[in-house]
């Protein structure tokens, strides 16, 4: 069964030589004639209109990175839930200290002005 | 045809390969981290997919929970210094970033 | 599971609680241009005194059996005890150093410390990990931190440059090493380094996918570790990080990393086919480490900027210890023996280096560069005098600590024989190289004066620097002096792993 993994260098080198080809092919055999009417960024066909890059204020990031942060430590809510009765009290002590930990660094985001929209 | 775990690991490494291409040749930081994060997943289905065909214990999808996970962290790390690299240069282009040299 | 078995995990236990009670502290500190967060600094330091004296503990009690629900993902035997003590007390110097440098420089941000301790607590998972799972954990856990804390000069694009790179260049490595140690899953159905060793053993594994794992494995420590040719971003990181965060990642981070490598190796891959002199990793250690010390020593001698110098240097010192890995299938306990010592000697000599660096420059002009250590001897010789006993460690004078590492990874090629003596060889003719570079230092410090208009650099004064600087110089001269009582830890702790 073992013997079925090794393509896996074959395809990787495959996948190393295909994206490179790709790439030279494009930089190689693409014609490169622009004009100032083929620059302009392709918007269903209708004429671009308000600025190219539209500034976002940083709050979002800030927001977006605590989000992804806190958001992602659910995937270990799950398999806890899925097997609670089996995990019994054990359980339920190591996710309250997970739980605390996360709380606690919310608490700190919370202290350190983070969540607050308006400075 | 059936589906067995040579497909699985191929495709993951063609994933993989594909994110180290990426990369390596392009030069938009934001793209780069998105090809970290394929290269990170790559691994996880490699990880599920031996797993499912050696369920000797739960190893390998464990490891991809834990991936997940470290993946989040890394990747909001990795945003905020995009984010103040770009504060300072006003550029997401890695060639903007050329102070250090030998 | 028990109570008592959470003892084994005591110093992790400590290092996490001190580091979200820190967090808490400077979250509910009055905020201010002139709040102080130098207290910090002490209250982190104490933590990872704490942490190191229960290691000191569980090895002084001689409890290093854990029960198998730990030991199968965190060793606990004592090389695990001995890099807890390395890596907190590394932490511990950086902690000092940084504790004067911020306040000095205006840059006291309490995340600092808790960014310090969870790194650390991160490197310690990982000098421990016995299980490709905890690996990549402590791995991580400890880069993300170091990532945040090399950008943490927030308003310097070199800071944040260097960063950028770090992170870049890190997460890469990180998932090639994470393939490669799927792969060996793949190969053996097994995450854990034992259970990995004994299928490459008994020959069940697949070969060739046990190789391709095992090669992207060694890429990715290899990174961590900055052996050339994987070393680019260490010189840039070093660079643009502050002093004391450069001095951290020159000790405990690259403790760590070695400590993994040590493990991995020896537990897993010490089988006869894989640990071939000839054909096995040996082979491509020897290759890494000739080329590591060569271009390391080489790079080092022609920059103008202190702080870079001391980052190839970190490059040719990881070199030397490569040397000493070469010897590990053929000299086992003593070859530990020597990565043990050399490690613990190289963490003490560059905080003396570091800190020295530090203690030059006060607020506004920051000693850097050569030019910066102009006439410093002769206008200060007390504030040169550590940075002389650090420069003589690292180049290998005796009676230093740094002579006795260097002795004792060479005496191991040699022993090894055969084909290694030339890597011996190699190591002391790129020392005389090093010997170049470090000295230039002392002539700059006594024997020029600053050029017309430049800053005269003034000393800074704080009771935290003067501190780690006396500690370390101490133990530089302790090891340098009486080897014999830390070679007999290292030798205890090497004992338990071959």
């Known amino acids: 069964m073992l013997s079925l993994y090794l393509p896996i260098l074959v395809i990787l080198l495959a996948a190393a030589g295909l994206a490179t080809i790709i790439f030279t092919l494009g930089v190689v055999l693409g014609p490169k004639n622009p004009t100032a009417e083929k620059a302009l960024p392709y918007e269903s066909g209708s ?58 660094t919310l608490v700190y985001a919370w202290k350190k002005g983070a969540l607050e929209w308006e400075k | 045809m059936e589906l067995g775990l040579g497909h699985f ?39 599920i997919a031996i797993n499912r065909w050696m369920p000797g214990n739960h190893a390998g999808q464990v490891f991809a929970f834990f991936n997940i996970a470290i993946a989040a962290a890394g990747a909001a790390v990795g945003l905020a210094i995009v984010i103040s690299v770009f504060r300072l240069k006003k550029s997401v282009q890695s060639d903007s970033v050329d102070l250090l040299k030998h | 599971m028990t109570a008592a078995d959470m003892l084994y995990l005591a110093p992790l236990l400590c290092l996490v609680a001190g580091g979200l009670a820190i967090m808490l502290v400077d979250a509910f500190a009055p905020k201010g241009p002139n709040a102080q967060r130098a207290e910090l600094a002490t209250l982190t330091t104490v933590v990872l005194v704490a942490a190191a004296g229960l290691s000191v503990a569980l090895w002084m009690k001689g409890s290093t059996r854990g029960p198998e629900w730990i030991t199968s993902y965190l060793a606990t035997d004592r090389v695990a005890l001995f890099f807890d003590v390395v890596i907190c007390g590394g932490t511990a110097f950086a902690v000092l ?86 792969l060996l899953y793949g190969a053996t159905g097994h995450t854990d380094l034992a259970g990995i060793g004994a299928a490459v053993k008994s020959g069940h594994a697949d070969t060739r996918l046990t190789v391709i794992g095992l090669l992207l494995l060694l890429v990715g420590l290899a990174f961590k570790v900055s052996a050339v040719p994987f070393h680019q971003w260490t010189p840039d990181a070093y660079e643009g990080a502050i002093t004391p965060v450069t001095a951290f990642m020159s000790v405990a981070v690259k403790t760590a990393a070695f400590a993994v490598l040590l493990r991995v190796l020896v537990v897993a891959f010490s089988d006869p086919l894989t640990a071939s002199v000839s054909t096995g990793w040996p082979a491509v250690f ?91 001897g002769r206008r200060n010789p007390l504030v040169a005098l550590p940075f002389i006993l650090g420069m003589l460690s690292l180049m290998g004078f005796p009676p230093t600590a740094g002579f006795f590492a260097k002795y004792y990874v060479f005496s191991v090629a040699v022993q090894a024989g055969g084909g290694m003596v030339w890597l011996a060889v190699l190591g002391v003719l790129s020392s005389v190289i090093g010997a170049y570079y470090y000295l230039r230092v002392v002539v700059f410090m006594f024997m020029k004066e600053p050029k017309e208009g430049q800053t005269i650099a003034v000393p800074m004064k704080s009771g935290y620097v003067v501190i780690a600087l006396i500690l370390s110089a101490y133990f530089v001269l302790r090891m340098g002096l009486a080897p014999g009582a830390y070679l007999e830890w290292a030798l205890e702790a090497a004992k338990r792993l071959v």
């Not at chain 1, 204020?57 to 899925?82: G, H, M, N, Q, R």
């Not at chain 2, 495709?11 to 040749?25: D, H, Y």
């Not at chain 3, 205006?106 to 790194?119: A, D, H, I, K």
């Not at chain 3, 070469?326 to 043990?340: D, H, K, N, R």
């Open chain 1, 47 to 104: 004429p671009s209109t308000g600025a190219r890059n539209v500034r976002l204020s940083i709050k979002f990031y800030l927001t977006a990175i605590l989000f992804v942060i806190f958001d992602i430590e659910a995937v270990f809510l799950y398999p806890w839930a899925a097997l609670f009765r089996r995990l019994g009290w054990m359980g339920l002590v190591e996710m309250t200290l997970f739980l605390t930990v996360l709380v606690i």
């Open chain 2, 9 to 47: 690991i191929g495709l993951a490494s063609l994933l993989f390969g594909i994110g180290a291409v990426g990369f390596l040749v392009r030069r938009n930081l934001l793209i780069q981290l998105m090809s970290i994060e394929l290269m990170l997943n790559a691994v996880n289905l490699t990880l």
């Open chain 3, 97 to 182: 150093l940084a504790g004067g440098y911020l306040r000095e420089h205006e840059m006291e941000r309490g995340e600092f410390y808790p960014l310090v301790l969870f790194s650390a607590f991160g490197a310690i998972v990982l000098a421990r990990s016995t299980d490709m799972l905890t690996v990549f954990i402590g791995l991580e856990t400890m880069s993300l931190g170091v990532y945040s804390l090399v950008a943490f000069r927030r308003t310097s694009p070199r800071s944040a440059e260097g960063a950028l790179k770090y992170f870049l260049l890190g997460s890469f490595a990180a998932a090639i090493l994470l393939f490669g140690a799927a």
């Open chain 3, 286 to 376: 020897a290759a890494l480490a000739a080329l590591t010390m060569v271009v390391g020593n080489l790079a080092a001698a022609v920059q103008t900027s202190v702080k870079r110098m001391l980052a190839y240097s970190s490059i040719a010192h990881a070199g030397y210890i490569l040397v000493a890995f070469v010897a590990l299938p053929s000299q086992g306990e003593s070859a530990v023996t020597a990565v043990l010592f050399y490690l613990a000697a190289y963490t003490v000599s560059n905080a003396l280096a570091f800190g020295s660096l530090i203690l030059i420059g006060s607020r506004g002009r920051e000693a850097v560069s050569y030019d910066d250590l102009a006439g410093i």
